[in-house]
């Protein structure tokens, strides 16, 4: 069984910072994708970033394009995505996900998701 867990979000201001860990077991760090998405209220998910876990190569939505960064830990079975300069657009729920989908897809294909954490920027 696999299990994604996300932790780490919270309220902070425009500007600020917020680190997101995805806690991983049952899912090989092997190969495959692993990603963090978004939705908001009344859209769908969003990719946001994904890391292709064999190579580390990494993509990012071009909205956050160097504010977000993806990363991985094999040894604790972690993915994160550290989040600087926040802004109130990217308030939402934020998933972690895995599987196999091609990780420069934009879509929601992930076999497997975590039940968010939630994000909130305020003006």
């Known amino acids: 069984q696999v299990d994604l867990v996300e932790s780490g979000g919270g309220s902070v201001q425009a500007g600020g910072s917020l680190t997101l860990s995805c806690a991983v077991s049952?899912?090989?760090?092997?190969?495959?994708?692993m990603g963090w998405f978004r939705q908001t209220p009344g859209k769908g998910r969003e990719r946001v970033a994904s890391?292709?876990?064999?190579?580390?190569?990494?993509y990012y939505v071009d909205s956050v394009k160097g504010r977000y960064t993806i990363s991985q830990n094999k040894a604790a079975s972690a993915l994160y995505l550290q989040m600087t300069n926040l802004k109130p657009e990217d308030t939402a729920l934020y998933y972690c996900?895995?599987?196999?989908?091609?990780?420069?897809?934009?879509?929601?294909?992930?076999?497997?998701w975590g039940q968010g954490t939630r994000v909130t920027v305020s003006s």
């Open positions: 996900a895995a599987g196999t989908w091609p990780c420069s897809d934009t879509s929601d294909a992930a076999n497997y």
């Open positions: 049952g899912y090989s760090f092997v190969s495959g994708c």
């Open positions: 890391i292709y876990l064999r190579t580390s190569s990494t």
